[in-house]
């Protein structure tokens, strides 16, 4: 099966403090991934596509210069949250899109466990 | 503009009984569903997709889903019920767009299963 890993799971740190959020495609190469933001019982926000070896492509209203993202190989993106205040505290989720399970762009994305980021 | 809809934030059930969670789409083109589950803390598990073919599909846990064209709904069922499927489930499609293909998610509706 298609494993995403991400780490650390769970993260407490000061404002002003940046944080990176590593997510890995264990068993296959993406190219694709994406980085998901989910509030306390809400559904999953899509703040930015992570392509291998170009720029991310982020959603409206997502700081780019904030939520730096970078995909340096075909299993790890890594999101940085910069300047961290408290109200970047969230669950952050990752997914990596693996190719071999679809066609015609319909591949399935397989998500990690996440991550707790608490900014005191 | 295109979307998902979970019309129930919850469902209740009891454990043995048969459960169906509902979806909703509005999509441009051929429609491409999925189902995901979301345990406390965790990430979502894939379940189940529809691309074409079968209306019917089935999934991991013996969770199926029903794609009905006309309806344009994409209803998850599972004949009997346990204890251990409560969580929060996810429909999503995939939306096709110039800047590449993205899921864009239902509300979530959050499973009960009694005993």
């Known amino acids: 099966g298609a494993v995403v890993s991400q780490h650390p799971s769970r993260v407490i740190c000061k404002s002003g403090t940046s944080v990176k959020i590593e997510c890995r495609s264990l068993?296959?190469?993406?190219?694709?991934m994406f980085w998901y933001r989910q509030f306390p019982k809400k559904s999953l926000m899509l703040m930015a596509t992570?392509?291998?070896?170009?720029?991310?492509?982020?959603e409206q209203g997502v700081e780019k210069d904030k939520f730096l993202i970078n995909h340096a190989s075909l299993t790890l993106s890594t999101l940085t949250v910069t300047s961290a205040h408290p109200e970047d505290s969230s669950f952050y989720i990752c997914?990596?899109?693996?190719?071999?399970?679809?066609?015609?762009?319909?591949?399935?994305?397989?998500f990690g466990p996440g991550t707790r980021l608490t900014v005191l | 503009a295109q979307s998902v809809a979970q019309p129930e934030d919850q469902v209740n059930v009891a454990e043995g009984n048969p459960l169906t969670v509902k979806c909703t789409y509005s999509?441009?083109?051929?429609?491409?569903l999925f189902w995901y589950v979301q345990y406390p803390n965790r990430g979502l598990q894939f379940l189940l997709k529809?691309?074409?073919?079968?209306?019917l599909v089935k999934g991991s846990y013996g969770f199926e889903a029903e794609f009905n064209k006309s309806q344009t709904s994409f209803h998850l069922k599972k004949p009997s019920a346990l204890v251990s499927d409560s969580a929060l489930y996810f429909c999503?499609?995939?939306?096709?767009?110039?800047?590449?293909?993205?899921?864009?998610f239902g509300t979530g509706t959050q499973l009960k299963v009694e005993l």
């Open positions: 068993d296959f190469q993406a190219t694709t």
């Open positions: 529809y691309i074409t073919g079968d209306n």
């Open positions: 999509v441009s083109g051929n429609p491409y």
């Open positions: 992570s392509n291998e070896g170009s720029k991310a492509t982020y």
């Open positions: 997914s990596a899109r693996d190719l071999r399970s679809g066609g015609g762009g319909a591949d399935t994305q397989y």
């Open positions: 999503a499609a995939l939306i096709l767009t110039g800047g590449g293909n993205k899921l864009t």
